[in-house]
């Protein structure tokens, strides 16, 4: 860190404000270091938000069910109501319909729903890392969070607008997944620019619990709000997005080159390839980095299987995400139903299995550098994991969040992995020669694949649940027996390279003498 000195003219008007702001207070320009616990910091809160702002309809969802008698509350305004439902307390919405769609049994519309915003999330996710790697990161992610917190309080509208249309909800949510698809693909691309990749498992396995963390929040935020209207559990966590959106816009810089510092860190992107363009209005050459191409990102070795891979592992996770709470609020544990607030806070303890898994996940892929080894071990591990909890998680409460802790690291410790370190590995993979353009868009393609099997999961499970949830668990436990068994080439590879190097380790001694 050295004194501030006079930014060139390119350079300055490409330093986010608040970080002129925060160079103006210290009188000084920031160091490479203070740059990343800045980039790590905004897109971890930036990441929060998106998932706090998911993470709300699950909450949210057990009190729109006319067999729910725990609310104490109605999941309407009261004044919609007549006056003999608000004496009751206790909201029977069989006669008149199931609140907000007007309907006899709205399961099915709610994974509607959850289909419908996880489809085009991942719809919008190839082409979200399309524009990412060819437009201002800072300005795609800005309006990507400040949209969606207008659409999710949007949603949470219809409470005080007394609509009941389903298709109202089923636009907003659409547009909701469309504009959260601008998230993934930028805030590691990002990342993938600051940080090397000798450390980046650990780095961002830590960073990932931004996912535990946004739906430990969620959870929070909307189970407390629900006691003054389910609308408010969808505007707070709105608005909550669109102010970090405005953060995002003010504080993060994309890469050191738009700071105009050099990149310190061993492994990051340093020699991006360039295409000379002329200006429009003479002057000198401008310098380009030219962006790979969608159907050449799918060539770069390991996307493809690391992608499908990521289809049947984040089938597990969100399926979870979207009907944990669902589940134990209408699971008997202990022989005692919970409420849905509690069921709700309960979940959290899931999330929390995946904080512990993303950072093991991490350590351990760095330690033996083996990303495939890692991510295929814990998907096998997570298959008794789910079984034992559906069979012992009604023993008791003590047992259930014991085995839920358990599932959760197992489940979102490989979904953690692939998501950020892997798909920040295959961003800047030796066959692109450093070419940081190619983060966003690999990283679309694994994470939008996955999201299909996100959209997938709650569907199938708003069916199955319908008859029986032991056919919910053998779905999720089959679905990570083929995300496991998806990496097996990349396995094999791995250990071999591994006992290859062992062996020469062995005989290198011996040629010496």
């Given at each position: 860190?050295?004194?501030?000195?006079?930014?060139?003219?390119?350079?300055?008007?490409?330093?986010?404000?608040?970080?002129?702001?925060?160079?103006?207070?210290?009188?000084?320009?920031?160091?490479?270091?203070?740059?990343?616990?800045?980039?790590?910091?905004?897109?971890?809160?930036?990441?929060?938000?998106?998932?706090?702002?998911?993470?709300?309809?699950?909450?949210?969802?057990?009190?729109?069910?006319?067999?729910?008698?725990?609310?104490?509350?109605?999941?309407?305004?009261?004044?919609?109501?007549?006056?003999?439902?608000?004496?009751?307390?206790?909201?029977?919405?069989?006669?008149?319909?199931?609140?907000?769609?007007?309907?006899?049994?709205?399961?099915?519309?709610?994974?509607?729903?959850?289909?419908?915003?996880?489809?085009?999330?991942?719809?919008?996710?190839?082409?979200?890392?399309?524009?990412?790697?060819?437009?201002?990161?800072?300005?795609?992610l800005t309006i990507g969070m400040v949209g969606t917190g207008l659409f999710?309080?949007?949603?949470?509208?219809?409470?005080?607008?007394?609509?009941?249309?389903?298709?109202?909800?089923?636009?907003?949510?659409?547009?909701?997944?469309?504009?959260?698809?601008?998230?993934?693909?930028?805030?590691?691309?990002?990342?993938?620019?600051?940080?090397?990749?000798?450390?980046?498992?650990?780095?961002?396995?830590?960073?990932?619990?931004?996912?535990?963390?946004?739906?430990?929040?969620?959870?929070?935020?909307?189970?407390?709000?629900?006691?003054?209207?389910?609308?408010?559990?969808?505007?707070?966590?709105?608005l909550l997005m669109a102010f970090v959106g405005l953060l995002v816009f003010?504080?993060?810089?994309?890469?050191?080159?738009?700071?105009?510092?050099?990149?310190?860190?061993?492994?990051?992107?340093?020699?991006?390839?360039?295409?000379?363009?002329?200006?429009?209005?003479?002057?000198?050459?401008?310098?380009?980095?030219?962006?790979?191409?969608?159907?050449?990102?799918?060539?770069?070795?390991?996307?493809?299987?690391?992608?499908?891979?990521?289809?049947?592992?984040?089938?597990?996770?969100?399926?979870?995400?979207?009907?944990?709470?669902?589940?134990?609020?209408?699971?008997?544990?202990?022989?005692?139903?919970?409420?849905?607030?509690?069921?709700?806070?309960?979940?959290?303890?899931?999330?929390?299995?995946?904080?512990?898994?993303?950072?093991?996940?991490?350590?351990?892929?760095?330690?033996?550098?083996?990303?495939?080894?890692?991510?295929?071990?814990?998907?096998?591990?997570?298959?008794?994991?789910?079984?034992?909890?559906?069979?012992?998680?009604?023993?008791?409460?003590?047992?259930?969040?014991?085995?839920?802790?358990?599932?959760?690291?197992?489940?979102?410790?490989?979904?953690?992995?692939?998501?950020?370190?892997?798909?920040?590995?295959?961003?800047?993979?030796?066959?692109?020669?450093?070419?940081?353009?190619?983060?966003?868009?690999?990283?679309?393609?694994?994470?939008?694949?996955?999201?299909?099997?996100?959209?997938?999961?709650?569907?199938?499970?708003?069916?199955?649940?319908?008859?029986?949830?032991?056919?919910?668990?053998?779905?999720?436990?089959?679905?990570?027996?083929?995300?496991?068994?998806?990496?097996?080439?990349?396995?094999?590879?791995?250990?071999?390279?591994?006992?290859?190097?062992?062996?020469?380790?062995?005989?290198?001694?011996?040629?010496?003498?």
């Amino acid at each position: 860190m050295g004194s501030l000195e006079e930014p060139r003219t390119e350079e300055r008007s490409s330093r986010p404000l608040g970080v002129r702001w925060l160079e103006y207070t210290r009188k000084s320009r920031l160091s490479f270091r203070t740059y990343q616990a800045l980039v790590l910091i905004i897109t971890f809160l930036a990441y929060t938000t998106y998932h706090a702002t998911r993470k709300t309809t699950s909450i949210v969802k057990s009190t729109f069910d006319p067999q729910s008698t725990t609310s104490g509350f109605s999941p309407w305004p009261s004044a919609h109501f007549p006056r003999a439902v608000r004496q009751n307390q206790v909201v029977n919405l069989t006669a008149s319909g199931w609140a907000p769609f007007n309907c006899s049994d709205g399961t099915e519309m709610l994974g509607f729903l959850d289909v419908a915003f996880l489809t085009l999330y991942s719809f919008g996710m190839y082409f979200a890392g399309h524009l990412g790697d060819r437009f201002d990161l800072r300005l795609f992610l800005t309006i990507g969070m400040v949209g969606t917190g207008l659409f999710t309080s949007l949603f949470g509208a219809g409470y005080w607008l007394n609509i009941h249309s389903f298709a109202y909800f089923l636009v907003i949510q659409m547009f909701a997944g469309l504009l959260q698809s601008t998230g993934w693909p930028s805030v590691v691309a990002v990342l993938g620019n600051w940080f090397g990749k000798s450390r980046r498992g650990l780095i961002l396995g830590i960073w990932n619990a931004h996912t535990s963390v946004g739906n430990i929040s969620g959870s929070l935020i909307a189970g407390a709000m629900l006691k003054h209207g389910w609308g408010w559990s969808f505007v707070v966590p709105g608005l909550l997005m669109a102010f970090v959106g405005l953060l995002v816009f003010f504080f993060l810089p994309v890469t050191p080159d738009s700071v105009g510092i050099d990149d310190e860190d061993e492994g990051a992107v340093k020699s991006p390839q360039k295409e000379i363009s002329k200006p429009l209005l003479g002057g000198g050459a401008e310098v380009k980095e030219k962006a790979i191409g969608f159907l050449e990102a799918w060539k770069i070795p390991g996307v493809a299987t690391f992608a499908l891979c990521l289809f049947f592992c984040k089938l597990v996770a969100y399926t979870f995400l979207y009907w944990l709470p669902f589940y134990i609020s209408h699971t008997e544990i202990n022989g005692e139903y919970l409420s849905d607030e509690t069921a709700g806070n309960l979940s959290t303890i899931f999330d929390v299995g995946g904080v512990i898994g993303g950072i093991l996940a991490g350590h351990i892929s760095d330690r033996l550098d083996a990303r495939a080894i890692t991510s295929a071990s814990f998907m096998y591990c997570s298959i008794p994991a789910l079984f034992f909890y559906r069979i012992y998680g009604e023993a008791s409460l003590v047992m259930n969040m014991a085995l839920m802790l358990i599932a959760g690291m197992f489940v979102n410790g490989p979904y953690a992995l692939i998501s950020t370190a892997v798909s920040a590995d295959l961003g800047t993979h030796g066959s692109l020669n450093g070419n940081s353009r190619a983060l966003a868009t690999v990283t679309a393609i694994i994470d939008g694949t996955g999201s299909v099997g996100a959209a997938l999961g709650p569907l199938l499970t708003g069916y199955i649940s319908a008859k029986s949830w032991n056919g919910v668990f053998t779905m999720l436990m089959v679905a990570a027996l083929v995300s496991g068994l998806l990496l097996t080439k990349l396995v094999v590879a791995e250990a071999t390279a591994k006992l290859e190097a062992a062996r020469a380790r062995m005989q290198s001694p011996v040629a010496e003498v």
